[in-house]
Each structure stands twice: as C-alpha cells, then as structure tokens.
C-alpha cells in the first residue's frame, strides 16, 4: 500500500483505520481488533500514525513507535471541527487523518510508563483524600445528631474522636459508639494509605534535580512539582509560559469581536487538577503575604487592596505557572525578587 499516514479510532475492542496516501487519497478504511492492531503495524513500513489523546494513547504510543512508526498525539478538542456532520468511528479517524496535516497542529507529548506511574499515585492520593472527607463530614453530621458538636478543621474531628474513644464525652449510646469506631478505623486506614502514597512521591521527587528546582518556587510544594514534572514531560511543546498558564486554564476566556477585547472570567481548559494544585499553593503565598518582606509580598499586598482575595490567587497562580514553565523549559532555580 502507499499509505504514509493512518489515524486510528481508539476504542476497546475494536478499533477504526483511515489511512491515506502522500497527495490526501483515501487508502484505507477497515476496522481492526485490539489483538490485531500491532500485528497489522509492524507490516507496514515506517509511516505517521495519529492517535487521539486519550486514557489510552500514550501506552499504544509507545508499542506502535517501537515499532519503528512516527507516533503523535492530537488534543480531541482540535479533531472535533474536521468531524463531518455524521459522528461514528470511521469519520473520527478520517477527522484525524485531516486534523494532522494542518501546518499550525498542536501535539501531546508522549508520557513514559513512569510518568504514568506518578500520575497514578496522585490520581489515587486525591480519591483517597475525597474518601477521607466523606467519612469526616459523616462523623461530624452522625455527632450532631447527638448534640456533639465541634470546630471545623479534619483534626478537631479526629481529637474528638479519640476523645469519645478514652470515654471523656457522654451523651453517645453503645450501639452509636459501635458504628463511630468502624468510620475511625476507616479514618486510620485512609490516613496510613495517604502517608504510604506520600512517601512514595518523594522518593520519586529526591531522584531528579529539576523537581527539587520547582519546589523553590513559592506555592509550589512536593505534590504539585512531582504533578507538574510527571504531567509535563517535554515544556518545548509551549512556546511562552503564557502558553502554559493558557493550558492550565488560568487566564482569561476570551469573546472578542470587531477589534474590540472582552475578557471574562478564568477559561478553566486543560489539566484541572494541576489548576487546583497551584491554586491552592497561592492561597498560602496569600496567607503569609503579611509577613513577606520581598517584591513578591509587597506586589500581593497592592493586589489585595484593589482586588478580592480569590482573584489575587488566580493572579498568583498564573505567575507561579509561568515561572515554573521557565524552569522545566531552560534550568535553574528560582530567585526571589528584591523589593525596591
């Protein structure tokens, strides 16, 4: 066949090829079991293959590229507008056949099996995390029922607990004790687990020098620079940091027209567990903004009295990204600004 690219529909079981030759012919169009795929592959020779990102395609990213294969990976959002008006498997795989030999297509990078790995372990971490808040906000709520109530915050719960459990409160029957124990051992349980995923993540993030680097930036601790160092394999794929802050959702949504700008609000595409995390780390930059006597902590300082404190964080958010862009992109470490 002269087939040189082949977009293929990933699915289950059983998957869709378009394949077309070098002036945009249709050669191929077949569907394929899973258990076939590569054995169909490794006949042809060396040609572009495209994959939709998906949960899947970076694994079958790296069986078909050891094969010999030029192996890329499309953002679905930017295969949607070659879609023809009927949506089935053999018009996605034409759309991705069509969407690759635009000039200005944007890529995934392929994450290696390691960078899965850690991704696997954060994934599971934030479940377990939710799991834990579950199970603390029914203890709080199964308490009240009984007129126990107390300050907010996991460990004021868990200083209850262990307080119900030496008998210094009252007021709470047997058989309600019987079930507030089961929930507490399923406290502990939860919290060793997290503990054990925690330090797995840093021994991880000891090995390698750039994920120590991206801990010196404000804001950004253990957890958030092994998501970023896993999530981002390659930081060529964006240009600016501003690119980057882009795919984490943290700048403007745009509806302009006419010439005229209109911003609104944050866009919240792309990755949004990196989004929280570094969310969530410029809320403690905001917290101790009081006590910083740097650049940095006089330029919060004049962002809170112009703007609410959440936009503030956003605000520190998207520079925390793009530092942390330059970074991954060109080495070295963070150095902190002077104040004037």
């Known amino acids: 066949m002269n087939v040189t690219t082949i977009g ?20 191929l169009r077949k569907k394929l079991r899973r258990s076939a795929v590569l054995a169909f592959l ?15 395609s970076h694994f079958w990213a790296r069986k078909i590229g050891a094969l010999g294969h030029d192996v890329r990976l499309i953002p679905p959002a930017y295969v949607k507008p070659y879609v023809k008006r009927q949506k089935n498997d053999a018009a996605d795989a034409e759309a991705i056949c069509e969407a690759v030999a635009r000039p200005n297509m944007r890529f995934v990078p392929e994450k290696s099996a390691e960078r899965q790995g850690v991704l696997m372990l954060h ?11 579950m199970m603390l906000n029914a203890v709080r ?30 007021g709470l029957p047997q058989i309600a004790r019987a079930a507030l124990e089961s929930l507490a051992q399923q406290l502990d349980n939860l919290a060793g687990e997290i503990r054990s995923l925690e330090r797995q993540l840093m021994t991880w993030h000891r090995a390698d020098e750039t994920r120590q680097r991206l801990e010196t930036v404000p804001g950004i ?12 394999p390659d930081p060529a794929v964006f240009k600016t940091g501003r690119q980057f802050a882009a795919f984490l959702g943290l700048v403007p949504r745009q509806n302009s027209s006419g010439g005229k700008d209109r911003l609104g609000r944050i866009s919240k595409m792309g990755d949004g567990y990196l989004r929280r995390l570094l969310v969530v780390g410029a809320t403690s930059v905001v917290r101790r903004a009081g006590s910083d006597t740097s650049a940095t902590g006089v ?23 793009r ?18």
């Open 323 to 340: 530092v942390a862009w330059a970074i991954l992109a060109r080495g070295g470490s963070y150095r902190a600004p002077r104040a004037a």
């Open 8 to 27: 293929i529909d990933l699915a289950k079981s059983v998957f869709q090829r378009h394949g077309g030759d070098a002036q945009g012919g249709i050669v």
């Open 42 to 56: 490794r006949k042809l020779p060396p040609c572009l293959i495209v994959l939709e990102a998906c949960a899947t």
């Open 299 to 321: 330029w919060v300082r004049s962002l809170l009295e112009r703007k609410l404190s959440r936009l503030v964080t956003v605000a520190i958010a998207n520079k925390t990204a």
């Open 221 to 232: 601790g253990i957890i958030t620079a092994t998501a970023l160092a896993a999530s981002i």
């Open 141 to 170: 709520g199964h308490l009240a029922e009984f007129g126990i109530i107390t300050a907010q915050g996991p460990h004021k719960i868990l200083i209850l607990i262990q307080e119900i459990r030496k008998g210094e409160v009252t």
């Open 123 to 133: 994934r599971t971490r934030a479940l377990l995390m939710r799991q834990r808040t």
